[in-house]
């Protein structure tokens, strides 16, 4: 069994050894004195706080055995497709608890539903595993997207394409911005509007939805799976560039507001690249996910955001 207190007990002696060691003194009084002071509550340390949290009901089912009595709604292929797509980084293949499997039951049933619980419990995939189902369902039957203009991954780092278009060349070209998503054809709409009160817990889920949704496993299921669709996700608050509006007067792009994108893109494009150049380094892939890959399934500014606000 795990000792906390034992641990934080450890801790703190080896610490107050630390400091008699390194800066003792000749005089026992002093001594005897400066370790009952150091062992006084909020002078080195706080003693620490336990919450106990419950063990949560199992459902007695992972996702791998669910089956169409647990999805209702879902065809025998869409099963399939929705299994495939949560194991490329939503969930991994453990026990769902109870209140997991009844919210998505109850979810595919049309039911409205609101799922409380404690820390650790699972509330994220609670209401991200009904979404992915019905991802699933209707992903199947999304038009393939046409052919992308080659620079829509790197229009920004691209000088000779910046110049020609926000140049002072004085003939502004209206294609300086390639829109992220002008080359797909299917139906447009929103899927899932996800709201939290503060800036920490956003990132916290943008990067459980990098995993689940733009990691190596997920891009190759949606070329495999969805003829080249992707699943389009992005955080739009304070964080997202660029603020304000892309034309100063219909015609005439704002060329500040470019040049600050650009910045802010070619920034994200050098983070993501030193996080993917430390992830095969170190064989860790957890770094990758704490930053947008602007080649894939994340929206990229709002102004992409805006062309698609109608899509998923």
């Known amino acids: 069994m795990k000792d906390p207190i034992g641990a934080f007990d450890a801790i703190r002696d080896n610490f107050i050894l630390y400091i008699k060691t390194a800066f003792g003194t000749r005089f026992p009084s002093i001594e005897t004195e400066r370790e009952a002071l150091l062992r006084e509550p909020r002078v080195m340390c706080q003693e620490p706080w336990i919450e106990p949290l419950p063990v949560y009901q199992k459902s007695g089912k992972t996702i791998l055995s669910l089956t169409s009595e647990d999805l209702p709604g879902l065809n025998e292929q869409e099963i399939i497709y929705f299994k495939s797509l949560v194991s490329c980084g939503l969930f991994k293949d453990y026990e769902l608890h109870a209140h997991q499997a009844e919210m998505l039951k109850k979810t595919l049933d049309y039911k409205n539903c609101i799922v409380t619980a404690g820390t650790g419990s699972g509330k994220t995939e609670s209401f991200l595993l009904p979404l992915f189902a019905y991802l699933s369902r209707e992903s199947s039957r999304w038009e393939a997207p046409g052919t992308p203009n ?49 800036n920490a817990l956003v990132e916290d889920q943008l990067t459980r939805l990098r995993k689940a949704l733009d990691s190596d ?61 430390h992830a095969q380094e170190t064989g860790k892939d957890d770094a990758r996910f704490y930053f947008p890959r602007l080649d ?4 990229r500014s709002r102004w992409d955001m805006q062309d698609s606000r109608l899509t998923s």
Not at 226 to 243: D, E
């Open 150 to 198: 080659p620079r829509v991954n790197s229009w920004w780092n691209d000088a000779q394409w910046q110049n020609s278009c926000i140049g002072d060349n004085k003939r502004i070209q209206q294609t300086y911005r390639i829109p992220q998503r002008g080359h797909e054809k299917r139906e447009a709409a929103v899927r899932a509007l996800i709201i939290y009160p503060m």
């Open 217 to 277: 496993d997920a891009r190759k299921w949606c070329q495999n799976n969805r003829q080249g669709n992707k699943i389009y996700f992005g955080r739009y608050n304070s964080s997202t560039p660029v603020p304000g509006h892309e034309f100063t007067k219909p015609g005439n792009p704002d060329k500040n507001r470019i040049v600050k994108l650009t910045k802010s893109l070619k920034e994200m494009d050098n983070a993501a690249k030193d996080a993917e150049k």
């Open 296 to 299: 894939g399934s994340e929206m």
